[in-house]
């Protein structure tokens, strides 16, 4: 499966941004799917991840309550609402998908496959 993400951009302190990843193929949701960053000079982490059915979720505590992980399996489609942004928010973020690890443990885990990364900077 390929992945491109988009959304990424400059925003304030407080705001919020969009972040999509469409992936191609006819099996998305056979995926679980999640979303990582990695800031300059740090260690890609994990952010999200969400079920291959729309209904489990799972977040780093740094996101919790701010970041929402969402899909659309008829637009092959993923998404992470940020909202509240901060600037240790700042990182190039990328969707990745697995075909068989969980949401919880797809922060452990390395995954099938990767999109591009999408920058986002958030400015104090």
């Known amino acids: 499966v390929q992945l491109q993400a988009s959304g990424g951009g400059l925003v304030q302190a407080g705001g919020s941004l969009r972040l999509s990843c469409t992936a191609s193929?006819?099996?998305?949701?056979?995926?679980?799917m999640g979303w990582f960053r990695q800031a300059p000079g740090k260690e890609r982490e994990f952010v999200a991840a969400i079920s291959r059915r729309v209904g489990n979720t799972f977040y780093a505590d740094s996101v919790k309550g701010r970041f929402t992980i969402s899909r659309d399996n008829a637009k092959n489609t993923v998404y992470l609402q940020m909202n509240s942004l901060k600037p240790e928010d700042t990182a190039v973020y990328y969707c990745?998908?697995?075909?068989?690890?969980?949401?919880?443990?797809?922060?452990?885990?390395?995954?099938?496959?990767w999109g591009q990364g999408t920058l986002v900077t958030v400015s104090s």
């Open positions: 193929g006819r099996t998305f949701s056979s995926y679980t």
């Open positions: 990745a998908a697995d075909l068989h690890t969980t949401t919880q443990a797809m922060g452990a885990s390395v995954p099938d496959y």
